[in-house]
């Protein structure tokens, strides 16, 4: 009996410490272009893009989160939210699905997110209604909205949303600004898929494209090259590694082989330079 009360008590503290991990967030918005805004918080960055009365939401974070999310679209908009459109399955990108999902909104995503969602068992609400296989262009009143499927990157289901008019593309967790991106190899994601979806946005935006990264600041097509370079070259150095032989232990050891990504600060975000690695050993390894 004693043990039951003092377990129940620790999960009565693990819940309030991730209620209260959430009560601190604050959210922050910022204009991106005439009509698109960035909105930040906790988990992936949020794209709000307006024309006339249509509103297209890209991505919505945390569930725990959805009430100041909508305080702050409200800031901006007062029109309902017409397209939500989820760049991959993760929680921190669609864990508010069901609490923007109403009569007026249309959820879209790829269609492994809608079956991964379906999957993790979740709601008739939270579950893409849209969903699209290679590409889906959007028509809104005065823009183009275009949503590519990129194959095997960051999951099996990685789309980026490009508005044309505005010059403006949300590239999901395709791209961590700065960072060593997560690759969920468990999910479908590789590195060889990842640079390719990368190059593939750069084929079609231009010099003058604001991105929106899935995590990490606004970016500019500038550093959406240097990470391509970035990963070519540290994947370049481990493949020749794994074709000499050099053991996985070795390969994972080997700081050189990040050094001059690690003082620039590539591994001070969620993964850091060993885990980039080990990722990356891995996928070449499949
Ligand atoms: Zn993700």
Redesign the pocket.
């Known amino acids: 009996m004693k043990n039951i009360l003092s377990l129940l008590a620790f999960l009565v503290t693990i819940t309030a410490c991730a209620q209260d991990r959430f009560a601190k967030v604050q959210i922050e918005s910022t204009e991106v272009s005439e009509n698109t805004f960035m909105l930040t918080g906790s988990g ?1 960055n949020i794209m709000i893009a307006i024309d006339k009365e249509k509103v297209v939401m890209i991505d919505d974070q945390f569930a725990p989160l959805s009430d100041k999310i909508k305080d702050a679209i409200g800031e901006i908009t007062e029109y309902p939210i017409a397209y939500l459109i989820n760049t ?1 399955h ?1 929680g ?2 669609t864990g508010g699905n069901g609490n923007f999902n109403s009569k007026e909104t249309t959820i879209v995503a790829h269609v492994n997110v809608k079956e991964r969602l379906i999957a993790e068992g979740k709601e008739e609400n939270f579950i893409p209604e849209m969903t699209l296989e290679e590409e889906l262009e959007l028509q809104l009143p005065t823009q183009t909205c275009l949503l590519i499927h990129v194959h095997n990157a ?1 999951t099996d289901g990685d789309t980026f949303i490009y508005f044309i008019e505005e010059n403006v593309v949300h590239m999901g ?1 395709v791209f961590f600004n700065a960072r060593y991106p ?1 690759i ?1 190899l468990k999910s479908g994601g590789s590195i060889d898929g990842y640079i390719i979806a990368q190059q593939r946005v750069i084929e079609t935006i231009n010099k003058d494209t604001k991105i929106i990264p ?1 995590h990490g600041t606004l970016a500019s097509y500038e550093d959406l090259v240097n990470n391509i370079e970035m990963l070519t070259d540290i994947k370049g150095k481990i493949e020749y590694l794994i074709r000499t032989g050099v053991s996985k232990e070795d390969i994972i050891k080997d700081e050189t082989i990040t050094a001059v990504y690690d003082e620039q600060g590539f591994g001070s975000g969620f993964i850091n330079s060993e885990r980039f690695r080990t990722t990356i050993y891995e996928s070449l390894k499949k």
């Open positions: 992936g991959h993760h921190d990108h960051h967790d997560y969920d899935g």
